[in-house]
């Protein structure tokens, strides 16, 4: 997993310029092999752990039994939930992958938000991160489409949770305005 708290341009996100909002992609999320981002370091993190012969240890990390490996990069920036960032991304990565024959699979790198990571956490107290996006991958292969939008088998038998800590952060925001503005409560509802 790879985090990267770089948010984009206006001129990226709404200019309607390709090569500028490439550039961007470029510079905050793919790197260059001696200033490696977010892509190019799952690429090579995955290429040094999965390879045959000498392959990378994590310490306390057992990877014989592992079959699978998802590498999955979070972006601050909402940018990282929109149309075609994960395609583009997944193409970026299969391009850098130095190792080929890695001794587990990689179906793909995936890519979130923060504010999609904050509406997965309540279904990971009793559900694997890797079985929601396997399910989001089976559904749609190419990554396309934002990850709210896709259907996922896994999440629909699942009733729909709310991330209790966001709303208990925001009732305690409230609690402290009020007070400190010297509010009635019945001034807010």
Known sequence: MEYKGSTFTARGKYAGDGKALK??????LVGEPKRRKGVRQLAEA???LGRRVNPDRI?????SGVQRVLPLLVMRDDFGST????TYLEFRFRELAIERNLQF????VFVLSCDDVEKVTPYLRDTFLADILMARFRQEPSLFSP???VRNEVLETKSERKPQWVYDALKALVEMTVERLGLERSEIS
């Open 23 to 28: 550039k961007e992609l470029e510079q905050k």
């Open 105 to 108: 699979e990689v179906p793909s």
């Open 46 to 48: 995955a290429g040094r």
């Open 83 to 86: 149309f075609g960032m994960n």
């Open 147 to 149: 990850f709210w939008i």
């Open 59 to 63: 310490e306390g990390v057992d990877f």
